[in-house]
């Protein structure tokens, strides 16, 4: 799915709805990669009391949290590009058998930007 809509529009909750649909038996997990950290942390708030969800950010992210991941104690991830690209820890953590088995559904926030003269 490709969805290009401006700010308001109520993307974010694309993967709420989407995680809202998987059995309740299987403990999956969605992973968002966004361009800004606050923007994650305001995510992670937003989903207090009903879902588990952690923003990955360089200060965050360590060995501790990467072993929680992989235990299944997270049922969202938000991180940056920044560290889905180039973090031996997190390559780690996101090819291990345990957290593949778990993986329902990976999103970008804001990767793609329109051409200037695109109408949004």
Same mark, same amino acid.
């Given at each position: 799915?490709?969805? =290009? ?6 993307? /974010? ?15 999956? @997990?969605?992973? @968002?990669? $966004? =361009? #800004?950290? +606050? /923007?994650?942390?305001?995510? @992670? ?10 923003? =990955?950010?360089?200060?965050?992210? $360590?060995?501790? @949290? +990467? ?5 299944? +104690?997270? $049922? ?10 180039? $973090?031996?820890?997190?390559? *780690? ?6 957290? *593949?088995?778990? #993986?329902? /559904? ?5 990767? +793609? ?8």
């Amino acid at each position: 799915m490709f969805l =290009l809509e401006g700010t308001g529009y109520g993307k /974010l909750r694309i993967p709420e709805l989407y995680y809202q649909l998987l059995p309740k038996r299987e403990k999956g @997990v969605v992973l @968002v990669i $966004n =361009l #800004l950290d +606050a /923007l994650g942390d305001n995510q @992670v708030r937003e989903k207090e009391g009903k879902f588990s969800a952690i923003n =990955l950010t360089n200060l965050t992210f $360590n060995l501790q @949290v +990467a072993c929680k991941i992989q235990q299944g +104690a997270y $049922n969202f991830f938000y991180l940056s590009p920044k560290i889905f690209m180039n $973090n031996k820890l997190w390559d *780690q953590t996101y090819f291990s058998l345990e957290f *593949q088995e778990r #993986l329902s /559904l990976s999103i970008s926030n804001g990767l +793609a930007k329109p051409r200037p003269d695109t109408p949004i």
